[in-house]
């Protein structure tokens, strides 16, 4: 939601309706940051909730939390410069694997116990 609000926010500043996509460099580099969010959200949901259930609450909360925290700081860093969004978004694509390890292994320690 605060990422659609600074894109709503950025098309008032620079007088852009929608549809328009484009326009300002700055509303441009805001409108992606935030495409760009919701489009991995599905996974980051996804591998939180497997992660929760089959492996541990606690440390899929914190490593979730940290991937929320590395997504906001892309998105800050998408809006000031588009450079400067590559360090949070290797952060977050890391905390998105290691989800995925602790979901897989989680999975496997399920289905293989006997």
């Known amino acids: 939601a605060y990422f659609a609000m600074q894109v709503i926010h950025a098309r008032r500043k ?3 309706s929608p549809p328009e996509t484009t326009g300002h ?3 441009e ?3 992606r940051a935030q495409a760009n ?5 599905p996974i980051f949901i996804s591998l939180l909730w497997v992660a929760g259930i089959f492996f541990h609450q606690g440390v899929a909360a914190v490593c979730g939390l940290l991937y929320l925290y590395t997504r906001l700081r892309y998105f800050q860093g998408y ?3 588009a450079r400067a969004r590559l360090g949070p978004l290797y952060a977050s694509a890391w905390l998105l694997w290691l989800l995925l390890g602790l979901a897989l292994a989680g999975l496997l320690a399920h289905f293989l116990r006997p």
């Open 25 to 27: 460099p700055e509303f």
């Open 14 to 16: 620079y007088k852009i």
């Open 37 to 41: 969010c919701s489009e991995y959200f």
């Open 79 to 81: 809006g000031a410069a």
């Open 29 to 31: 580099r805001t409108f």
